[in-house]
């Protein structure tokens, strides 16, 4: 079964906390839940840590915790660190029946950084992908044993951004490690949406419904802004925005014909003071609706 998810990061960001400081948590799930009628929403920095408290706060308005971010650090810790530092999330998870576990390596990451143009990010040699690719298997298997699958999300200013890299790093994993297809850092990392996600669509377990303005793309990548400026600046926006490049209609055709099964979240950072997201959000599910109806994915 399709359900249909948002991401808080759209009202408040969790990498720059000013973004959005000023709009109410319950503003935020009030949008998304009871007047987009979203079937659920993903991590942030407002919700409660407490498993049993989440639950009961998005409950109030009818909303799922769909899963959340989780920063690993398995470049410079052991395998059974970072067990040990995953478990107050994966309480959250278990707790609230989540399926994935969205894991991005941030040990070496950039894109919360201001001060850093996300051209200069951290790169892996092949043997050291090799090696990250093979803790990171061990860690997902672990993470099987609970009943929670592993879903890397390929991330820009991150050790895995452009589809070669996407390439290796699903070469260097086994079948415990799945793969979080986000459309719009797929094409912002220089990658192909369709032609990525027909690659490894086997290994899909979780969709980013994610577009991206490419001028201000472009202008990111010529002027070496950091990832914040690009997204303060509006780099990202939601599927049907016409200034938007994904096109998501042959992505959600991938996922029809391959009984994909699970959320499709529409994860868009913006300036909230400029891109209304109780307006933008409400586009982009629309846009998701309507053209999973017309691909048969729902």
Partial sequence: MILFGTNPIAWANDDDRSIGADIPTTRILDEAGRQI????????????????????LLAEYGLKFISGWYSTELLTRSVADEIAAVQPHLAKLK????????????????????????????RLTADEMKAFGAKTEEFAAYLATQ???LVYHHHMGTIVESPEE????????????????D??????????????????????????????????VAQVRKDGWSFLKGVVAGAFTVPGDQDGGVDFKPLLQILADHHYDG??????EQDPTIRNPL???????????????EVGLI
């Fill in 37 to 56: 009628g979203f079937d659920g929403i993903e991590n942030g920095h407002r919700w409660p840590d407490d498993p049993e408290a989440l639950r009961a």
């Fill in 95 to 122: 707790h609230n029946g989540c399926k994935v576990c969205i894991v991005c390596e941030t040990s070496n990451a950039i894109h919360g950084d201001a001060g850093k143009p996300v051209n200069d990010r951290p």
């Fill in 147 to 149: 009943g929670v699958t």
């Fill in 166 to 181: 996407i390439d290796a790093f699903m070469a260097a994993t086994g079948p415990h490690t799945h793969l979080l297809f």
């Fill in 183 to 216: 459309a719009g850092h797929c094409t912002f990392g220089g990658g192909d949406p369709v032609a990525v996600l027909k690659k490894h669509i086997a290994r899909v377990r979780h969709f980013h419904a994610k577009n991206i303005r490419p001028a201000v």
């Fill in 263 to 268: 959320w499709i979240v529409i994860e868009a």
């Fill in 279 to 293: 307006l933008y959000q409400t586009l982009g599910l629309a846009t998701l609706k309507r053209l999973s109806k």
